[in-house]
């Protein structure tokens, strides 16, 4: 079998505000906007990803399916800043012991610590203590 040249160049989100999900994670990452097209808003490229927003009026129809882990140093730290920036805590994942928070628009994603942390076999974290 020949080995794959595959590789995800692009992350891209459906919006019903792009302009509103860009800027929360511009801010977030700490990755300017550098571009717009069509239903579009694109996030500068960095380690080979993109990360854009497309327009959408499709709801999303429950649980995402894909989400993102953002690792920090101190978790409770970053997530008092996402709160600021927009972002909420969903408090249904706790007992899961990841700290899940969604942005602007309901999409899920992780704060993780950058260090290791231990998964039990129910796939619980113990990082939130």
Not at 77 to 106: K, M, N, S, T
Not at 109 to 128: H, K, M, S, T
Request: aromatic letters at 8%; a negative charge.
């Amino acid at each position: 079998m020949t080995p794959s040249s595959a590789r995800i160049s692009a992350l891209v989100v459906d919006a019903e505000d792009p302009e509103l999900l860009a800027a929360f994670w511009s801010a977030l990452l700490d990755r300017p906007v550098v571009g717009r097209g069509g239903p579009y808003v694109w996030l500068r490229r960095e380690n080979d990803l993109v990360l854009g927003f497309q327009r959408t009026s499709a709801p999303t129809p429950g649980k995402n399916r894909m989400h993102v882990d953002i690792t920090s140093p101190d978790p409770a730290a970053e997530q008092r800043r996402i709160e600021a920036l927009g972002g909420r805590r969903l408090e249904q994942y706790a007992d899961g012991g990841f700290l899940v928070l969604a942005d602007p628009e309901g999409n899920e994603f992780c704060v993780i610590p950058e260090g290791p942390f231990e998964i039990d076999d129910e796939g619980r974290a113990d990082y939130l203590g």
